[in-house]
């Protein structure tokens, strides 16, 4: 929470510190927007500070300060960042921004006079791929597997867990160590600053950031020589297109996506044509709740011939 105290204005800053201990530990979004209250979110409630008849309100010129405590003083350095409205920090946790967009040539250019941040405090969490491990894999090979579940679900906290146990091995299960490629469209599953992977990974991990997805799975594919690539919520038909590619490249996918089963995503036209043509074998399921997840074997009439191991 280092890193995130540091781009806090200092008022808010003070009231976030007069939290218990606990509560702090267990923050997963601080959302400030002008004239109205600071709000946190932890796993279990969501609540203004401080907590009384007068919270406090973030102001314009608190908005102000803050941008330029983000921008480390010179706002024309996030100018890519605002194109896309986030930026990540050290530490790997990400602002997220709204106000008025800037336009140009049909594209956008900017956010200007931002009125809303959303502190996503990005927390690694260690072992929760270790029970889904035995059934990602068969003799020897990881199997391409497909990530379901809502917004806060965990799917890239159990993605990123589940890169950084390939990438280092599983010797119970007698898997060596691969070769990982990470495509990180928005930063999250590496939290990349200047490049810089700012979460824990093996020693055999590739990363593009803010790369999109459908180009970079080629890129890495072409210039890293992955055994296994990671990609976080896809849905574009170019996304099914380059996970095709890959898949026939011979390289192992593990991909996420929104959804709250696997009947749900299968009413999307892309997720759909993957699933009925074979080119994932599992699929797990993941609980909003409970963030825990049911891993569904994926036993299909329709195979991708010389593509999917059984």
């Known amino acids: ?64 300060l803050m941008l330029s405590l983000l921008s480390q003083h010179s706002v024309y350095r996030l100018e890519e960042e605002l194109k896309r409205g986030y930026i990540t920090i050290s530490g790997g946790h990400r602002v997220g921004l709204a106000g008025r967009v800037v336009m140009e040539k049909g594209e956008v250019k900017g956010i200007r006079d931002i009125s809303s941040f959303n502190i996503r405090v990005a927390r690694q969490k260690y072992g929760v791929a ?23 679900s965990g799917k890239t906290t159990l993605l990123r867990d589940i890169a950084r146990e390939i990438s280092k ?16 469209e928005r930063s999250e599953i590496a939290g990349s600053v200047k490049g810089i992977p700012q979460h824990d990974f093996g020693v055999k991990v590739d990363i593009l950031d803010s790369c999109p997805k459908a180009e970079g799975l080629m890129m890495m594919i072409r210039s890293m020589s992955p055994e296994v690539l990671v990609v976080d919520e896809i849905g574009r038909k170019e996304d099914g297109d380059a996970i095709m590619e890959a898949v026939h490249a011979g390289v192992t996918i ?4 929104h959804g709250d089963c696997l009947e749900d995503v299968k009413a999307r036209p892309t997720i759909a044509s993957l699933i009925e043509l074979g080119f994932f074998q599992r699929a797990i399921e993941l609980n909003v709740h409970s963030k825990r997840g049911i891993v569904k074997k994926l036993d299909l009439k329709k195979r991708v011939s010389g593509v999917i191991r059984t």
């Open 254 to 257: 593990f991909a996420s996506v």
């Open 169 to 184: 091995g599983v010797g119970s299960l007698k898997v060596e160590a691969k070769n990982v490629g990470i495509i990180d």
């Open 130 to 152: 270790k029970s889904y491990l035995t059934q990602l894999q068969q003799r020897g090979n990881w199997c391409h597997t497909l990530i379901i579940g809502p917004p806060k």
């Open 1 to 64: 929470m280092k890193e995130v105290f540091q781009v806090l204005p200092e008022k808010i800053r003070k009231i976030i510190l007069k939290l218990p201990e606990k509560t702090i530990n267990e923050i997963e979004e601080i959302r400030l927007r002008v004239n109205r209250p600071v709000e946190v979110r932890t796993h279990t409630a969501t609540f203004v500070v401080p907590n009384s008849a007068t919270p406090f309100i973030f102001i314009e010129s608190d908005s102000a």
